[in-house]
Structures are given as C-alpha cells and as structure tokens.
C-alpha cells in the first residue's frame, strides 16, 4: 500500500519555509526521499533509518518517527531550485527490499 | 561517469508485440529496480534485484518479466504489451538495498 503524502501540492514564495509529511500504515524500515524536476529523472535526497532520526543538508531536512510511521521533509528559505515534485518512498511491513513511493507533492516556488 | 543507461528512450509498439527495455549501470551495484510512473499515481516499483540471480516483485509486477544474470543489467520484458502498460519506466541502482538511487533516464513507452 502507498504511503499518503500530504499535501498534495504547495506553492511558495523565495524565502519561505514548507513541509511534506509522508504516512505508512505498516511499520517501517526506512523512508527514501526524491526530488524529479519536470522532466528529468528523480534525484536522491536522504534516507532515514529506523530509529527515529532526524537528517539534513543545506536548508533541507527530515525526520522519522517509527513509532507513528511518519516522516516530514522540512525545506526551509526556499529557492527557487527547490521547484518540482517531491516523493516519499518507505521499505518496511514484510517486503525487505520493496520500495513503495508516495503520490508526490508538488512544490512550486515563485520569485 | 558513473550512470545508469536505458534504452531506448521513447519506444511506440502494438499490442501483444514482445519488447525489452534495457538498463545498464557501471557503478558495480547490487541492488537495481524498475518503476513505472503515470501522472497521479507516482512511482510504482515493478520488480527489484537484490544481487545477481535475485530478483523479487514489486507492486505492480503483472505483465512484466525481468532476469538479472550479470551485475550491471537488468532488462525489463514485456511479452505481450497492452495499452494499459503504456508508462514512464525508470531503471534506478544502489550500491545495496536502503541506500542512495541513481535513476537512469527514462523510456517513454506507448502501446497502441
């Protein structure tokens, strides 16, 4: 089953902070965050790992609560680079190895 | 360059005409997968490879086969395409599983 991301899109000004929540109904191994550009190809992000941690680099970060099965992705002062749609993909439940992705969240910013 | 190359790149076939779709990766990784992506749904794993000879199914394996006898390919076949396979396909590797994936290019597929 997919996880849901919410929302389903966002629309930013330069500058301005936002956050994609990504939900799983089964118990979690790890959550893979991707960004895909109209267009192009997804590019990696960051992996957390269970254990409820928190990653960043740059003005992007993302946390895990294993607990509640949820990982937020954190964008903070946006630019206008950070344009495109961005997905969650969780491993967990029974399947090791099996990779399943969220809808996306389109993020839109604008100067 | 380290990459992860599909071919082709757009491919227009007939229902029920088998084809195969590419990926090669020369970053000497373990793991790859195949996805198809259609607007709305996301990206939807078809079948993943964990080494050489492993291969396991995805969400959405029907109508699709795939081998993985060497380390740098991993071919997607479709024996008897359908309009309904009509997609995105990318092919991604990692050094293992739950590490970072390189994606190839994508294949637009159009079946008609």
Known sequence: QQPVQSPQAVILREGEDAVINCSSSKALYSVHWYRQKHGEAPVFLMILLKGGEQKGHDKISASFNEKKQQSSLYLTASQLSYSGTYFCGTEGGTSYGKLTFGQGTILTVHP | ?112
Request: aromatic share 12%; with cysteine.
């Open chain 2, 1 to 112: 360059e380290a990459q992860v190359t599909q071919n082709p790149r757009y491919l227009i076939t007939v229902t029920g005409k088998k084809l195969t779709v590419t990926c090669s990766q020369n970053m000497n990784h373990e793991y790859m997968s195949w996805y198809r992506q259609d607007p709305g749904l996301g990206l939807r794993q078809i079948y993943y490879s964990m080494n050489v000879e492993v291969t396991d199914k995805g969400d959405v394996p029907e109508g699709y086969k795939v081998s993985r006898k060497e380390k740098r390919n991993f071919p997607l076949i479709l024996e008897s395409p359908s309009p309904n396979q009509t997609s995105l396909y990318f092919c991604a590797s990692s050094l293992v599983r739950g590490y970072e994936a390189f994606f190839g290019q994508g294949t637009r597929l159009t079946v008609v």
